[in-house]
């Protein structure tokens, strides 16, 4: 519920709107990569960074966004699932909870949201849904939103599932 009223407060307080960052319907490219104890299925943000899913053996999903150091000091955050512009089925946007992860030397920011609702924002994302993050910084009155496009989502998350049974000897779904 909290999460709720943060985002209704970043969106109807006095803060105003700072910048927004989202790939476009075609540069939006979802991708597997595969490490020795890991799979990550990503999604490069242009201008922004990137966001993830990772999950390694024996841990829970994480959603990570990564983004240049100039956001580093996060005062405030939340991601919502938010219906896609075309689907125009009255759905209400669903409120996650977000962590800054602190990250070694300076070199970026990250947010991530882990567990079950990582999941929820999976499940989402396979029916068109997108993740937005709203944050503002270093006690910043304006509110940056960062959207992530579902587009290519459902057949990369395919070979993502692959990767996990596969690398990780998990079932999908588990």
Not at 77 to 92: E, I
Not at 113 to 125: I, K, M, P, R, T
């Amino acid at each position: 519920m909290r999460f709720r009223v943060f985002f209704l407060i970043l969106i109807c307080s006095g803060t105003t709107r700072g910048e927004d960052f989202h790939a476009a319907v075609t540069e939006s490219r979802w991708r597997v990569e595969v490490t020795e104890d890991r799979c990550m299925l990503k999604q490069d943000l242009p201008a922004f960074g990137q966001v993830s899913f990772a999950r390694r053996s024996g841990e829970a999903l994480e959603f990570i966004l990564t983004g240049p150091s100039a956001y580093q000091a996060i005062t405030r955050a939340t991601v919502s699932l938010m219906p896609s512009p075309w689907q125009k089925d009255g759905f209400k946007p669903r409120h996650y909870q977000v962590y800054p992860v602190s990250v070694a030397n300076s070199q970026g920011m990250r947010l991530a949201v882990y567990g079950q609702d990582a999941e929820s924002v999976v499940q989402g994302l396979l029916i068109g849904r997108r993740p937005l993050f709203a944050f503002s910084y270093q006690n910043k009155t304006d509110i940056t939103s960062v959207s992530v496009n579902a587009v290519g989502f459902q057949s990369a998350f395919v070979d993502y599932e692959q990767c996990l049974e596969r690398q990780l000897g998990l079932q999908p779904g588990k």
